[in-house]
């Protein structure tokens, strides 16, 4: 047990307060858990610590917008990106996830030393000039000028890195600020975000939000994320609400990964890449469904969403979008959770797990590494 010695600061050594840096840090750790509910907190530190305030605006991590309120800038987003990336992997090993692997030709490469011969198709880009000029001269004996022929021509050889659209798909229901469970989430999705910038990028991805609807989430919206309230406690729930002219109020904290699912299939139709695939990740089944114009919430769940929701997970493989299905479990072993998602993969020809907030992170980065090898084209 460490042991603590306290005693009258003498001046004889420098005091250094917290930097900037430490300071955002463990802001930001709230903000994995709680969103922008810790915004305001920086109001309160301008008037009773404003040199904090000061040092945070300073080194570029939090402004003011328009209206006058604190927010955290794209420099302080990027940083609880990339400490994020850093927290899922250790250092030595992030070499080895520089790229993916993948038997089709894609938009990304990179050129080695060693060259082949030239074939129909190759890209005249990556033309090794030295090699084929030797070529032509070695064929025609010396001399000038030199004619060279297609017999001559070498290229680098390359390796192909595939781009690949993505979606995840972050549960927003009201039982995910449970255990730390969204901010374990939040964690992974912000941290496919440093990782896609960094090693990744010609990919596209987008992280969306599902809960009783289903919405994109841009960066800083992610980081201001939480979990919705529970905002009815009735042991049985049948309502269905009108997406045209919904009530003043509506119960948000239901799991629509039907929704979720229709809202990533379109976003994916939109993609030219024929790889393509969906992380859901979730701790609960699906509660609520979309009946043509109207949102339908049932608890406890019934088998009518479950059903319309796996006929959404199969119209997305046969669009050619592979599904990656995480049940979060923390308190006890859900039975209903893992036979869902293990239907869902059943449907879709995807993969599911089940594991905890603290196992989740490298499973579902790892899924995402490798989900395009072996990929049907479109």
């Not at 896609?196 to 010609?202: E, F, M, P």
């Not at 049948?238 to 379109?266: M, Y």
Request: aromatic share 10%; proline share 5%.
């Amino acid at each position: 047990m460490a042991t603590f010695e306290y005693s009258r600061w003498d001046g004889s050594e420098e005091f250094t307060p917290q930097s900037a840096d430490q300071i955002f840090d463990e802001l930001s750790e709230y903000m994995m858990n709680y969103g922008d509910q810790v915004l305001p907190n920086l109001d309160d530190w301008e008037g009773e610590h404003p040199d904090i305030v000061d040092m945070l605006v300073k080194r570029g991590y939090v402004e003011k917008d328009r209206d006058g309120k604190y927010v955290v800038t794209p420099k302080g987003v990027r940083r609880v990106e990339n400490r994020a990336l850093e927290a899922l992997f250790d250092v030595r090993n992030k070499g080895t996830l520089g790229r993916h692997d993948t038997e089709f030709r894609g938009a990304g490469q990179t050129i080695h030393e060693e060259s082949k011969p030239y074939t129909y198709g190759d890209p005249v880009s990556n033309l090794n000039m030295q090699e084929t000029l030797r070529n032509a001269l070695h064929r025609q004996g010396g001399g000038k000028p030199i004619r060279v022929t297609e017999d001559d021509l070498v290229i680098y050889d390359t390796e192909y890195q595939t781009s690949c659209a993505t979606v995840v798909l972050l549960d927003m229901s009201g039982s995910m600020m449970r255990y730390g469970k969204f901010g374990a989430a939040k964690q992974v999705a912000m941290a496919m975000q440093s990782l896609v910038r960094s090693k990744y990028q010609q990919d596209w991805l987008q992280v969306v939000g599902f809960y009783t609807y289903a919405s994109p989430l841009s960066e800083r919206e992610l980081l201001y994320s939480a979990p919705k309230p529970v905002s009815i406690f009735d042991p049985r729930v049948h309502l269905r609400i009108s997406l045209d002219h919904p009530p003043k109020f509506v119960p948000e904290h239901f799991t629509n990964i039907h929704a979720g699912l229709q809202f990533a299939r379109r976003l994916l139709a939109r993609q030219s890449t024929p790889n393509r695939q969906i992380i859901v990740i979730t701790d609960g089944e699906p509660t609520a469904h979309i009946e043509g114009r109207d949102i339908v919430l049932i608890y406890p769940p019934s088998p009518k969403t479950t059903r319309i929701t796996l006929s959404e997970a199969k119209r997305c493989a046969e669009e050619g979008i592979h599904i990656s299905s995480f049940a979060l479990i923390e308190d006890y072993f859900y039975l209903e959770l893992a036979n869902f998602v293990e239907q869902m993969a059943q449907v879709s020809g995807g993969i599911s797990a089940t594991c905890n907030a603290q196992d989740m992170g490298n499973m579902v980065i790892e899924s995402f590494v490798g989900g395009r090898r072996n990929r049907r084209r479109a």
